[in-house]
C-alpha cells in the first residue's frame, strides 16, 4: 500500500492502511498513538496497554509483519503500512496453534500480556520455527507478565513450534 497521510486543517491527518486485511481510512489528531486508535477509534480491545511506556510489550502489534509497540508508534508512522492486531490471528473457530497452546498450558491467567505474548511468540517462531528454551526466553524478554511466572508461557511456544512442524 503507498504511504498515504493527508494533512488536514492544522491539527488533522487522515491515515490510511490495512488492518487485518481490511482497507481502513480513517482522520485522527496528529501523533496519535497507534494504540489509541485500535482501541478507542476502532473498538478493538485485543491490544492492551500496560506502561504506555515502551516497557512491557503488551501493546506489541505487526506493523509490516515487523512486531511493534502500538503505543510508542504514531499514526503517521503506520499509515499506507499493514497492520496485525491479534483480532487477526486465528478465530474462535480456527485458533493459531500458539492460541491453543497458550490455554492448554495454563499461559493465559489474567490475559493482560497475552495478546502481546502472542504476536511476540508468534514472531519469533517466524524467524526462528524451532527455538530453544533459551532461545524461546530471549524472544519473549521484552513482554512482561506478572502472573504466570513465564514458564507456562515458555512451554506453550515450545509446543506451539513443535505443533507447527
Ligand atoms: S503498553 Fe506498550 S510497551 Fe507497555
Ligand atoms: S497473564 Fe497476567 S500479566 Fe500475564
Redesign the pocket.
Known amino acids: 500500500m503507498a504511504k498515504t497521510t493527508e494533512t488536514i486543517g492544522e491539527h488533522h491527518v487522515r491515515i490510511e492502511l490495512k488492518l487485518n486485511g481490511k482497507p481502513v481510512s480513517h482522520v485522527v489528531n496528529g501523533g496519535r498513538r497507534l ?1 489509541d486508535f485500535l482501541r478507542d477509534d476502532l473498538h478493538l480491545y485485543g491490544t ?13 502489534v505487526f506493523l509490516n509483519g515487523t512486531a511493534t ?4 508508534t504514531p499514526m503517521e508512522r503506520a499509515s499506507g503500512g499493514e497492520v496485525q492486531t491479534i483480532e487477526g490471528i486465528g478465530t474462535a473457530e480456527n485458533l493459531d496453534p500458539l492460541q491453543w497452546a497458550m490455554m492448554e498450558e495454563a499461559g493465559v491467567q489474567c490475559g493482560i500480556c497475552t495478546p ?1 505474548m502472542i504476536m511476540a511468540g508468534l514472531d519469533l517462531l517466524k524467524h526462528n520455527p524451532h527455538p530453544t528454551r533459551d532461545e524461546i526466553i530471549q524472544g519473549i524478554a521484552g513482554n512482561l507478565c506478572r502472573c504466570t511466572g513465564y514458564q507456562k508461557i515458555i512451554t506453550a511456544i515450545q509446543r506451539a513450534a513443535e505443533t507447527r512442524t
Not at 492492551?48 to 516497557?55: A, D, L, S, V
Open positions: 494504540i492492551k496497554e500496560g506502561c504506555g511506556e515502551g516497557e512491557c510489550g503488551s501493546c506489541t509497540l502500538a503505543c510508542l502481546g
